[in-house]
């Protein structure tokens, strides 16, 4: 799936409108509107804060865009469609205009719009991210050593050690991985998914 790495940040100056844009890697709706909130209340005093956003998860996916009072179709459409070219998953995408006293026009605003967005996106880097799978792991203990050892040559990250009983792991690793741990840890583990 692809993704951002990072927040990011662009500005874009045409016929004197001023277009902040910020790219935000986000996980639910929640978030989303964490993000829109502070920007609301930092750009007060901004003629349209205008938005859309991909969300992939557990939940399913949802996509979202708002043209903030523009021609409709001028503004939150045009950011929207960039992500889905992109093929880009959990972004939002958020554009502050400050109107400059020029009309721009439907298509000037479309693409100062995506121009902006695109710039905030590439200032927060693609990346292709994995998508992982939780799984906690019971061991004995004289077996702990190898179950770590095999964990490591799959790319797991160990998120949480315990004992309750016997040595538990709680492990995140590539969901490509998954049957191959199961499939060496079960004869003398017992593997469950979160």
Not at 11 to 37: G, N
Not at 42 to 54: K, N, Q, W
Not at 112 to 129: D, H, K, L, Q, S
Not at 143 to 157: K, V
Request: one cysteine or more; aromatic letters at 6%.
């Amino acid at each position: 799936m692809r993704t951002i790495a990072k927040a990011g940040q662009a500005k874009l100056t045409e016929k004197r409108s001023r277009f902040l844009a910020f790219a935000f890697p986000v996980c639910s709706s929640e978030e989303v509107e964490a993000h829109l909130a502070a920007l609301r209340r930092r750009y007060h005093d901004a003629r349209h804060i205008v938005y859309a956003y991909r969300i992939r998860g557990r939940e399913g996916e949802r996509a979202r865009a708002d043209d903030a009072g523009e021609p409709a179709g001028s503004a939150g459409r045009p950011i929207l469609q960039l992500l889905e070219g992109e093929g880009l998953w959990n972004v939002l995408v958020v554009v502050v205009r400050y109107f400059g006293g020029v009309k721009l026009g439907v298509g000037g605003l479309a693409r100062a719009y995506r121009e902006a967005a695109r710039a905030a996106i590439t200032a927060a880097g693609v990346v292709e991210e994995v998508p992982e799978a939780l799984v906690r792991v019971r061991v004995p203990a004289d077996r702990l050593g190898e179950a770590l050892a095999l964990a490591g040559r799959l790319g797991a990250r160990v998120l949480e050690q315990g004992y309750d009983g016997m040595p538990s792991l709680t492990l995140s690793l590539p969901e490509t991985k998954l049957k191959e741990l199961k499939g060496k840890l079960s004869p003398w583990a017992q593997v469950e998914e979160e």
